[in-house]
């Protein structure tokens, strides 16, 4: 199935959004591997590829004659992103993964010895390094331990003081596949006077959010996992609020309203999210990521709909029940409100890096994470792909 460019933005009808069959024939790696590992890399669908494509043959044999149009997809892009979380075109800034994303808060906020910032334990270190690189600027990180897999808001307040300025944690936990309650984690950050940094990678793509319901002041994500967009292509919000509590990174042409004029030069940055992009965009990568979120946007997700992330929680508690039923021992919880498309498992008595590798025989692509195998399936994964691993836990345990 070849999907051009033009057709991947164009909308679908109400009977296609729910045709999961259409959105498995978009993903070409599904005619060899069942692939669950989308919580690490996932595979791009065809419209990805499609804009790639057209960027590459408009590269070999244009150059930079088409750079305007290339300038007016990107904000097609950002307008897209946008809309899917409930914010403002010049709320979102183009970065290069959830990493950067978190540096532009970290390295950018005023702050004041004797300050601290407050998250749960078992974050991605992503989420943990810059904040511990603060440390050497007088500000405390205080990490709050859980309650199981779970983040304990009352735990959160707890550890939360008058020198608390921000609160981060993860959308949903890498490991465990538990999913929080966005607002209500934010509401414990803006009850303590602090502002609340989501790391949505691990949900964006998935699951709805609108950043303005739920009060979240500053969000990043990579691309490259449940967006299904290529690696070193991701998005960054900061409510209109704030940017000025960011010290604007990475400062170039870029990052000024005069922009293209190359001549003019003084320093007047932009009033919006656009400050952090510093110089030329990955153009390339975004164009790739769009083609993604075009693609899931026609099969309804947005901050108010559902449908992909209820699609995929039933994937996710299928497959969960199956390995239970198959003797495996499952860590992940098949909660409708705090799970996800993460299935945390091991067959007993085997080693999990092993069983993975043995998966990979059997044309089954999952990660080794802590100690356990773990499978993070997607909305276009469906029946035969669960089979496929009940099949070979049944086979090696």
Same mark, same amino acid.
């Given at each position: 199935?070849?999907?051009?460019? !033009?057709?991947?933005?164009?909308?679908? *009808?109400?009977?296609?959004?729910?045709?999961?069959?259409?959105?498995?024939?978009?993903?070409?790696?599904?005619?060899?591997?069942?692939?669950?590992?989308?919580?690490?890399?996932?595979?791009?669908?065809?419209?990805? /590829?499609?804009?790639?494509?057209?960027?590459?043959?408009?590269?070999? *044999?244009?150059?930079?004659?088409?750079?305007?149009?290339?300038? &007016?997809?990107?904000?097609?892009?950002?307008?897209? &992103?946008?809309?899917?979380?409930?914010?403002?075109?010049?709320?979102?800034? #183009?970065? &290069?993964?959830? *990493? #950067?994303?978190?540096?532009?808060?970290?390295?950018?906020?005023?702050?004041?010895?004797?300050?601290?910032?407050?998250?749960?334990?078992?974050?991605?270190?992503?989420? %943990?390094?810059?904040?511990?690189?603060?440390?050497?600027?007088?500000?405390?990180?205080?990490?709050?331990?859980?309650d199981g897999d779970k983040?304990?808001?009352?735990?959160?307040?707890?550890?939360?003081?008058?020198?608390?300025?921000?609160?981060?944690?993860?959308? %949903?936990?890498?490991?465990?596949?538990?999913?929080?309650?966005?607002?209500?984690? &934010?509401?414990?950050?803006?009850?303590?006077?602090?502002?609340? #940094?989501?790391?949505?990678?691990?949900?964006?793509?998935?699951?709805?959010?609108?950043?303005?319901?739920?009060?979240?002041?500053?969000?990043?994500?990579?691309?490259?996992?449940?967006?299904?967009?290529?690696?070193?292509?991701?998005?960054?919000?900061?409510?209109?609020?704030? $940017?000025?509590?960011?010290?604007?990174?990475?400062?170039?042409?870029?990052?000024?309203?005069?922009?293209?004029?190359?001549?003019?030069?003084? $320093?007047?940055?932009? +009033?919006?999210?656009?400050?952090?992009?510093?110089?030329?965009?990955?153009?390339? @990568?975004?164009?790739?990521?769009?083609?993604?979120?075009?693609?899931?946007?026609? #099969?309804? $997700?947005?901050?108010?709909?559902?449908?992909?992330?209820?699609?995929?929680?039933?994937?996710?508690?299928?497959?969960?029940?199956?390995?239970?039923?198959?003797?495996?021992?499952?860590?992940? *919880? /098949?909660?409708?409100?705090?799970? !996800?498309?993460?299935?945390?498992?091991?067959?007993?008595?085997?080693?999990?890096?092993?069983?993975?590798?043995?998966?990979?025989?059997?044309?089954?692509?999952?990660?080794?994470? @802590?100690?356990?195998l773990r499978a993070s399936?997607?909305?276009?994964?469906?029946?035969?792909?669960?089979?496929?691993?009940? +099949?070979?836990?049944?086979?090696?345990?």
């Amino acid at each position: 199935m070849t999907i051009s460019a !033009s057709e991947a933005t164009s909308n679908s *009808t109400s009977d296609q959004s729910k045709d999961w069959n259409s959105f498995r024939k978009s993903m070409p790696v599904t005619e060899k591997w069942s692939y669950l590992d989308h919580a690490a890399v996932a595979p791009l669908p065809q419209p990805s /590829a499609a804009w790639i494509n057209k960027w590459m043959t408009e590269s070999l *044999t244009e150059g930079d004659v088409v750079w305007g149009s290339w300038a &007016a997809r990107l904000e097609e892009i950002r307008a897209t &992103a946008a809309e899917i979380i409930g914010a403002d075109t010049t709320e979102m800034a #183009f970065v &290069a993964n959830t *990493t #950067f994303g978190i540096n532009l808060v970290s390295d950018g906020f005023c702050w004041n010895e004797g300050d601290n910032i407050v998250l749960p334990d078992h974050e991605f270190p992503s989420n %943990v390094y810059p904040w511990m690189a603060l440390e050497k600027r007088g500000v405390e990180v205080r990490i709050v331990e859980l309650d199981g897999d779970k983040i304990c808001p009352q735990r959160i307040a707890d550890a939360c003081d008058d020198r608390t300025r921000i609160v981060a944690a993860s959308w %949903v936990g890498y490991a465990s596949g538990y999913r929080i309650d966005v607002a209500e984690l &934010a509401e414990v950050a803006h009850q303590a006077g602090a502002l609340f #940094f989501l790391d949505a990678i691990q949900g964006m793509g998935v699951f709805p959010i609108d950043v303005k319901a739920s009060n979240v002041d500053f969000l990043a994500a990579d691309g490259h996992k449940w967006m299904l967009g290529p690696e070193g292509a991701g998005l960054f919000y900061v409510a209109q609020e704030h $940017l000025d509590k960011l010290r604007p990174m990475n400062v170039g042409w870029n990052s000024v309203k005069q922009g293209n004029d190359f001549s003019n030069v003084k $320093l007047d940055i932009r +009033d919006s999210a656009l400050r952090y992009e510093g110089g030329s965009p990955n153009m390339v @990568g975004n164009f790739g990521l769009g083609g993604s979120l075009d693609l899931l946007k026609q #099969f309804g $997700l947005a901050k108010d709909q559902s449908a992909v992330g209820d699609r995929v929680l039933e994937n996710s508690r299928k497959l969960h029940e199956q390995l239970i039923n198959a003797g495996a021992n499952v860590f992940s *919880t /098949a909660d409708a409100d705090c799970g !996800s498309g993460i299935v945390s498992f091991e067959i007993p008595g085997k080693p999990s890096d092993q069983m993975r590798q043995e998966f990979l025989k059997r044309k089954i692509v999952t990660s080794f994470r @802590g100690g356990k195998l773990r499978a993070s399936i997607h909305c276009y994964n469906d029946d035969s792909d669960i089979a496929r691993v009940i +099949d070979a836990v049944n086979e090696l345990k």
